[in-house]
């Protein structure tokens, strides 16, 4: 094993005298980011917040916001904002990887980050572009290492040769924010050098499928259905069309025997016009030249052909071939599992960019040409991973359902699927203090932290009352426009009252923030503490199957610290949450490690925060009653669990009839319907036929009409970024 300088340098934090020791509240009549503060008893900081978020929890529970920053608790932090009825809530996610996460997990059902990855076991060409020397770190360098004793090439994409550029076979440097342009030159030449995977692409993909090509249809865009299902949107139905070679008719996809066409125009009977979505792709790429893409990114002409060969020879000429039988989701039975050995890793140096979502999505229709997605040697997705494309978790879509005292009525955060997923008002205003999930930000997976303190002192589109931050260090970071932040952090309206009347700190140092705070509570460190990295938060599974894992405080808190999550399940308590509380109002759980053990999604759901050493006996994984010694049990496990799936279920996922009906089982899948990959998106289609004042859906204010037309386009494109 190895230990990363974070790690090793950890003591530094333990013992660091910027540690915040004591709860503390800003004295009467001194400003904001004066640091002057009195020390003040926990009992006092609980009275406070209770009394005061207990009053907005009965009158208006939008006026508080809940944010955090990159920490490993969203999934207790989420619940008690969706049990507290606050839409306003999210983590760090908005201005970090939300590009990445949504790009992909629209397109393929899965996403690098802690979702799925690079296999260097298998690989022979691996392409790193995006990624910081730092990102990934010990685990990713020691994969590279193996990798390249073992014989593979290691070609490294980045402004800079530091890092992992400085020790890869072949560094080729790019103009940042340019990553767009290279990805859509490099599928242009692999189609038009004939190197794609056309038959995994028939199989798996909606390349071959049919789009209305009728311009003054209301689908226009959309795939051609032999009929429409009654629930879409959490699944793929099965029912669109191809155009079939054998009968030059078209045909249900996938019908035995079936081989479609991927080029053409054609019309259906009633005299609709059609186009295979493949089609569609190459009409796009038609002048996304590597000659185009040279100019942009700086990359010379020729390298970009010879990268696309490369990527094409390999993926075609070293097929791998594993003896593990398995059957797909439509009842075929494979002999064995195949894999094009061409692997994919990229991180937010590439997604943090107003070009971000369609680089993305580029990215990974370029991957799924060369036929990589969840293959030996190629991309391979981690539990929960795959999901439904998109999945299903869905904010709220009205504003009625934030109601005093009452449970918000959706997910803090999801994936929506059409206009009436949006999380507005009846007027088509936001509903969320950052305007996520609205007009403005319609696809914001994970919120957008950065808009907060913004909005929050324009009070646009409304004022809030209590802002509670955790690991946020906004008043430094989040918004780049650090002088701005402090200034409306401590910024007064006419009648002299801060225009964020109350703000909360939760940190274990002296941030930037905390200067700003009206009361500042004392988290522990990682050593102090016991948390639990779970699937149902930010997951660390492994590709050969589910993982989590938990720490055990080795130190006692430090003077008076305590957990943010103690804090957090003591304050639903208080408050009489129903996750959090009895029905005769009394507390549910001690603590935080308390809350772990016992607390399930539903009521005999058998799903908590942890997947391991599960029922009374700790014999049950993934689903189980609670177990008293559940943590004892991860404790004697190295405070690892890991369960892995037998082979045959371990690949080809988004299709493998074994993983998904195993994934349903244990409440990782709703459905076991295949997750074809989305080349051409209908998702993006549909929100740009609302702009185009098209079907019955909800539709874009007008002055928003024109930018969402433009932005959700079904097919990538590029733009020059912003920035």
């Not at 669109?240 to 078209?250: F, Y």
């Not at 979505?277 to 030249?289: E, H, I, P, S």
């Not at 399940?569 to 949450?577: C, I, W, Y």
Request: hydrophobic share 35%; glycine share 8%.
């Amino acid at each position: 094993g190895v230990i990363c300088a974070k790690g090793s340098s950890g003591i530094m934090k333990q013992y660091s005298p910027a540690r915040i020791t004591k709860p503390l509240l800003r004295k009467s009549g001194s400003e904001r980011g004066a640091s002057d503060f009195e020390e003040i008893s926990w009992d006092k900081a609980l009275e406070i917040m209770t009394e005061r978020m207990g009053h907005l929890r009965g009158s208006d529970p939008k006026k508080l916001a809940l944010f955090t920053g990159r920490d490993q608790m969203q999934a207790l932090t989420g619940l008690f904002a969706k049990q507290y009825g606050t839409p306003n809530y999210a983590a760090h996610g908005g201005f970090c990887s939300v590009n990445m996460a949504a790009g992909m997990i629209y397109t393929i059902g899965g996403s690098f980050w802690e979702f799925g990855g690079p296999d260097l076991e298998r690989a022979k060409l691996f392409v790193m572009i995006g990624t910081a020397e730092d990102h990934h770190s010990n685990p990713l360098k020691t994969e590279i290492a193996h990798f390249k004793r073992q014989g593979g090439k290691f070609i490294s994409i980045n402004p800079v040769r530091t890092g992992y550029s400085a020790i890869a076979d072949e560094w080729i440097p790019i103009k940042p924010g340019t990553d767009g342009a290279l990805f859509l030159a490099l599928c242009n030449e692999i189609i038009r050098q004939g190197l794609f995977d056309r038959d995994f692409l028939e199989k798996y993909s909606n390349a071959p499928e049919l789009v209305n090509m009728d311009e003054n249809s209301t689908e226009h865009g959309m795939f051609v259905r032999s009929e429409i299902p009654h629930d879409e949107g959490c699944f793929d139905p099965q029912n669109k069309l191809w155009w079939d070679r054998n009968t030059n008719t078209a045909v249900m996809n996938r019908q035995e025997n079936a081989d479609p066409y991927f080029l053409g125009e054609y019309n259906l009977d009633d005299g609709t016009p059609v186009k295979p979505a493949f089609q569609l792709l190459v009409d796009r790429l038609k002048g996304y030249t590597s000659e185009w893409a040279s100019g942009i990114t700086g990359i010379p002409e020729e390298t970009i052909v010879r990268l696309a060969h490369e990527m094409g020879i390999t993926a075609r000429d070293e097929m791998i071939e594993l003896p593990i039988p398995w059957t797909d989701c439509w009842g075929n039975e494979h002999q064995a599992v195949t894999g094009n050995p061409v692997a994919f890793h990229a991180m937010r140096g590439l997604a943090a960019h107003s070009n971000g979502f369609h680089t993305i999505r580029a990215m990974s229709i370029l991957m799924s040409l060369l036929g990589t997605i969840d293959r030996p040697g190629g991309f391979r997705h981690k539990a929960p991973f795959p999901r439904p494309i998109p999945p299903c978790a869905k904010p709220p879509n009205d504003s009625r359902a934030v109601k005093p005292n009452t449970p918000l009525d959706g997910m803090p955060l999801g994936w929506p699927a059409d206009p009436d997923d949006l999380f507005v008002n009846d007027d088509g205003s936001p509903v969320r203090i950052d305007k996520a999930f609205s007009w403005e930000f319609p696809l914001s997976v994970h919120g957008m932290m950065q808009n907060v303190i913004t909005n929050s002192w324009r009070g646009d589109p409304y004022k809030i009352d209590t802002l509670m931050l955790f690991m946020a260090n906004v008043a430094w970071n989040s918004s780049m426009n650090t002088s701005g932040v402090r200034d409306m952090l401590k910024d007064r309206d006419q009648d002299g009252e801060y225009k964020i009347p109350f703000i909360i700190v939760a940190d274990a140092f002296q941030s930037e923030t905390v200067a700003f705070a009206d009361l500042v509570l004392p988290d522990t460190t990682y050593l102090e503490r016991h948390d639990a990295m779970s699937m149902l938060d930010r997951p660390i599974s492994e590709y050969s199957g589910p993982a989590d894992s938990v720490r055990i405080p080795v130190l006692p808190p430090t003077g008076d610290c305590r957990p943010f999550q103690d804090v957090i399940v003591e304050l639903g308590s208080r408050l009489k949450l129903p996750a959090f509380t009895h029905a005769d109002g009394s507390a549910k759980f001690e603590d935080y490690r308390d809350f772990v053990i016992n607390y399930e999604t539903s009521p005999g759901s058998g799903i908590g925060f942890l997947a391991g050493w599960r029922g009374e006996k700790g014999d049950k994984y993934i689903k189980g009653e609670p177990n008293p010694k559940q943590w004892e049990m991860y404790e004697k496990n190295n405070c690892v669990f890991h369960h892995e799936l037998p082979k045959s279920y371990q690949y080809m996922r988004n299709w493998n009839q074994g993983y998904l009906e195993w994934a349903k089982r244990h409440a990782l899948l709703r459905y076991t319907d295949p997750i074809n990959i989305h080349i051409y998106s209908e998702v993006l289609q549909k929100f740009r036929l609302a702009a185009q004042g098209k079907g019955d859906s909800r539709q874009p204010p007008d002055h928003l009409r024109e930018r969402v037309e433009k932005h959700f386009d079904p097919l990538p494109f590029y733009e020059q970024p912003l920035e």
